[in-house]
């Protein structure tokens, strides 16, 4: 199995090239992302970010100290609003309580640790908790997503009612333990779901066409 993730990332990275990917100005912001981009698309996350930088709030004291229906205003682009505003608030009363608010003393902790408390709070699955850890809190820890179930059931490599854990383990186990590797190979599952392998696949000129 080592050498068909190998195999699928060289013909990704060699298609699409490097995907820098999560975007955001700040750890913070990633962390923000992470959380709003739950059921919907990143164009809505942007403008509900931009929204929080164009009012000065996008910082965790802020926000930790402003009511949870004014947020939502805020979000509102965002979708499930009044939802996310409560997982953000959620999000920022551990970061506050535990961190002192700095994002920077939350890295400074080991990985399983800060995940076991990512996932206790209210809001925050394993993909979400994953993609903190990841893009705003640099802990090599593989991403799973809707995406890479599809592509991975699709190509018989895992089946796609596996459970999260057992799609982890398979990059887990498979890979070296890279942050650089983790990022880019996650971005790039997002990139061929957009461009190729949607709900009805466009397979032609797929970079993974005949694996």
């Known amino acids: 199995m080592k050498r068909e993730l190998q195999q699928i990332y060289r013909r990704l990275s060699g298609h699409f090239g490097p995907q820098h990917w999560w975007p955001g100005d700040t750890p913070f912001e990633v962390a923000v992302g992470a959380i709003l981009t739950q059921n919907t698309n990143w164009g809505n996350v942007e403008k509900a970010i931009r929204n929080l930088k164009k009012a000065g709030k996008l910082h965790a004291q802020t926000l930790h100290a402003m009511p949870a229906e004014e947020l939502a205003i805020l979000i509102r682009p965002a979708g499930y609003y009044n939802i996310k505003a409560k997982r953000l608030k959620n999000f920022i009363t551990l970061l506050s309580g535990e961190y002192g608010g700095s994002m920077k003393k939350m890295a400074a902790e ?3 640790d800060i995940r076991k408390k990512l996932l206790a709070v209210n809001g925050i699955g394993p993909e979400t908790a994953d993609s903190i850890l ?3 809190l640099d802990k090599p820890v593989f991403v799973i997503d809707a995406y890479t179930k599809r592509v991975l059931s699709r190509h018989n490599i895992m089946d796609h009612d596996a459970s999260y ?3 982890q383990g398979l ?8 942050l ?3 990022n ?3 971005a790039l599952f997002v990139r061929l779901a957009k461009e190729h392998c949607w709900t009805r696949p466009l397979c032609g ?7």
Do not use: I, N, S, V
């Open 184 to 186: 880019e190979y996650h």
């Open 165 to 167: 854990d057992e799609f």
């Open 205 to 211: 000129g797929c970079p993974l066409e005949g694996l």
């Open 180 to 182: 650089q590797l983790f």
């Open 171 to 178: 990059f887990h186990k498979g890979l070296r333990q890279d």
């Open 134 to 136: 990841l893009y705003a």
């Open 110 to 112: 080991q990985l399983p």
